[in-house]
């Protein structure tokens, strides 16, 4: 699946491999949370970067200890109206302190990258390569945010006190 | 009222022109049906039974002048000349066509409008009490806080595809005007033993095929923190809500299934960690808000208008309203004015293009351009002079406005049923009419006095049915509509939830069955008693007798 990351289509460096699927001895892979927490050593012992992938149903604390010695978190959409990948996603960064990259992967449509985004999602899977240009007009469809989020995008809360300072 | 600063514009400006660029993308085939479902679900636009429907914000339910006017124009421009209030205090427009809701949201977005999260699995549009502002026993205004939370939820990230819809609700006061305890989360402002002002947060209420009354989850939470107590309550439900099964998905069953000693502890814990964080809204945001619900330029007056005793002496169909209709208020020499959208045999909460634009008129020269939607399907104007009453009903009666019946047995909710809705079993508005019709007395209805019925067309209790001292359900037995009763139901500070009286009644039957109860309960009245209070002196076996008597 193509892969988007900071508004560019690139090249997926990532394996995802298969619970069953033999590990290469280099290169970047991610594995499944069972999978992870089945050969933590072996994986790790590989000093190659590594990627866990969280079902839906595997929420932050399952992983979050773990998270400084994780290269990629890829969070499965199994439908769009799953969301507990945006409350994963902002567990992982806010309060695990996660700096890798945050992958959203599954039902990733158009109209949820803002929102993905807002989490702390930094790089999406997308049906085809189509999909960029409309991923990039609906990540610049709102300029105005009502809360804070993970981002950096100020809220406009704050956006009145610094123009009501400025005044 | 609160009034859209540039950032409010260009976030609903921004709003309309996503979803136009969606509505163009289906119009052009670029989007199935299907695809576009959710997106218009996120604008509030359903596809009923014989066209899209679209519903309306208004927050916290209320309204100015100029806002009533344009949802006028929008009735007959765009629609079939009416619109209809609903229970969560919000518009709906039964026939729109899709081509034009783009155009909708810009007249609607001119006047600090918008349909977000009507719909869809988000935190909907937050409903309070409608004499906010007026009512002499309010602790603290829910305007302010309902503003508050409407902002804090706007296209929130993480909270925009929650297992199910979410219903916040807020009253400022003791009694219980907004069904807190119905809501998926209910807030009442409350006093702590320092004189601090803050809210009992209420969480797991709800109707739907399995009501519940929402239990306290926290007896006092104060002011500056209820958004991170909130965000807290929203998480822990995005994460432990079911997903697997819709009609389980509401938080009140994850409330009823993990128990509101774990849910608390999971709350508690989440709110550890962010409480006094960024999310809670920095003072002067608080204080700027709050500036916009200071009270309107009120006159000194005499307590009581010498003019209003003498026109309610003088002319006994006044008197009669002034008895249903008006509510005492805060402000020495004024009243809050309800304005009854039932009148007997009409649509209940419906409102013509005319109506809706002579309400205006009148806000601007008695209420101080201010209206209020009442989850109950009426409006109100907050801030009547007493010395205006007289007249101000004259102006009224003409329009169909001043039916003397708030709070009795014909000022019914009904959902709109099988005449629109694409989940009805059975219709309720036409039941609704018939029972007003039967009950059309004025004298009759006073004699009765305070009687809830509610009325809904299948078991997603959109009319409330579970809480009207008289609930009527329809339900579909082999292709013919029935009616279950239900009695005892209550959405007050008293909430209760009805209990089902017996086999149900068929379409023809159902007026004589409430006549049935309404005259039962005539009988058994102790001097004062409400029906309500009869039902829990005397219980259900002798409303069940005299209903069954003749089978």
């Not at chain 1, 090249?11 to 001895?25: K, R, Y």
């Not at chain 2, 969606?22 to 959710?38: A, I, N, S």
């Not at chain 2, 409102?351 to 209020?372: P, T, V």
Request: hydrophobic share 40%; charged share 25%; net charge negative.
């Amino acid at each position: 699946m193509p892969l988007v990351k900071d508004g560019r289509l690139v090249d997926d460096p990532w394996v995802g491999l298969a619970d069953d699927a033999p590990v290469p001895a280099e290169g970047l892979v991610f594995v499944s949370l069972t999978r992870f927490r089945a050969e933590r050593d072996a994986l790790l012992a590989r000093g190659a970067p590594l990627g866990v992938r969280l079902k839906s149903s595997e929420l932050a604390p399952e992983i979050g200890t773990d998270v400084p010695l994780l290269a990629l978190v890829a969070v499965e959409f199994p439908t769009f109206r799953d969301g507990r990948g945006y409350t994963t996603a902002r567990l992982l960064r806010e309060r695990f302190g996660f700096k890798g990259e945050l992958r959203a992967v599954g039902d990733v449509l158009r109209d949820q990258v803002l929102f993905m985004h807002r989490c702390g999602f930094d790089a999406f899977e997308v049906a085809d390569e189509a999909a960029l240009e409309g991923l990039k007009a609906a990540m610049a469809e709102f300029t105005v945010f009502y809360q804070p989020a993970t981002d950096d995008r100020t809220p406009a809360s704050v956006l009145r006190r610094v123009r009501s300072a400025a005044e | 009222m609160y009034r859209y600063d540039e950032f409010d514009h260009t976030f609903v400006a921004q709003r309309v022109a996503q979803f136009r660029g969606q509505v163009t993308r289906r119009l052009d085939g670029e989007l199935t049906e299907d695809q576009f479902r959710p997106l218009r679900l996120m604008n509030g636009l359903y596809l009923q039974l014989h066209a899209y429907m679209l519903r309306v914000a208004i927050p916290y339910g209320t309204l100015s002048s100029r806002q009533m006017r344009r949802l006028g124009r929008i009735a007959r421009v765009y629609d079939k000349g009416y619109g209809h209030f609903t229970t969560r205090q919000n518009i709906q427009y039964n026939w729109p066509a899709l081509k034009d809701t783009p155009d909708i949201l810009m007249e609607l977005a001119e006047v600090e409008m918008h349909a977000l999260q009507t719909s869809g699995n988000c935190i909907r549009n937050v409903t309070a009490d409608q004499y906010a502002g007026a009512a002499a026993d309010e602790i603290e205004d829910p305007r302010i806080w309902s503003e508050i939370i409407r902002q804090w939820s706007s296209l929130h990230p993480e909270f925009s595809f929650l297992p199910r819809k979410f219903k916040v609700a807020v009253t400022g006061a003791p009694s219980d005007r907004a069904a807190i305890a119905v809501h998926d989360i209910g807030l009442r402002a409350v006093r702590n033993g320092d004189g601090e002002i803050g809210f009992e947060v209420m969480v797991g209420g709800g109707q739907g095929r399995t009501p519940m009354i929402g239990k306290t989850i926290r007896p006092f939470v104060a002011k500056h923190h209820l958004l991170s107590y909130l965000e807290a309550i929203l998480r822990v439900y995005n994460e432990y809500g079911r997903r697997d099964n819709m009609f389980k998905a509401r938080i009140k069953i994850l409330v009823h299934e993990i128990g509101i000693e774990e849910f608390r502890a999971r709350v508690e814990a989440e709110w550890e960690t962010m409480r006094g964080g960024p999310v809670e809204l920095p003072a002067d945001e608080l204080e700027r808000i709050q500036a916009y619900f200071a009270p309107p330029a009120f006159a000194a007056l005499p307590a009581v208008s010498a003019a209003f005793v003498g026109s309610r002496a003088a002319d006994a169909e006044f008197a009669q309203w002034a008895r249903t209709n008006l509510v005492p208020h805060r402000q020495p020499g004024y009243a809050i004015v309800n304005l009854s959208l039932k009148p007997v045999g009409g649509v209940p909460g419906d409102a013509s293009a005319e109506q809706m634009e002579a309400i205006a008129d009148l806000a601007d020269a008695y209420s101080f351009g201010e209206i209020r939607v009442t989850h109950e399907q009426n409006l109100t104007f907050p801030h009547v002079r007493q010395d205006d009453l007289y007249e101000l009903w004259r102006l009224l009666r003409p329009l169909g406005l001043a039916t003397a019946n708030i709070g009795t047995v014909t000022d019914i909710i009904a959902c709109p049923g099988l005449d629109y809705c694409s989940l009805a079993n059975a219709r309720a508005i036409p039941v609704a009419q018939r029972i007003s019709e039967r009950f059309a007395d004025v004298g009759r209805m006073h004699d009765v006095g305070e009687l809830k019925i509610k009325i809904s067309g299948c078991i997603n209790a959109c009319g409330h049915h579970h809480v009207g001292h008289i609930g009527i359900l329809g339900v579909d037995k082999k292709g013919e509509e029935f009616y279950q009763l239900t009695l005892g139901g209550d959405a007050t500070e008293t909430a209760a939830l009805g209990d089902l009286v017996g086999p149900a009644f068929s379409y023809d039957g159902v007026v004589d069955a409430v006549e049935t109860l309404v005259e039962t309960y005539v009988g058994l009245r102790h001097d004062g008693e409400r029906f309500l209070d009869t039902y829990r002196r005397v219980g259900l076996e002798p409303f069940k007798e005299k209903l069954y008597a003749a089978r």
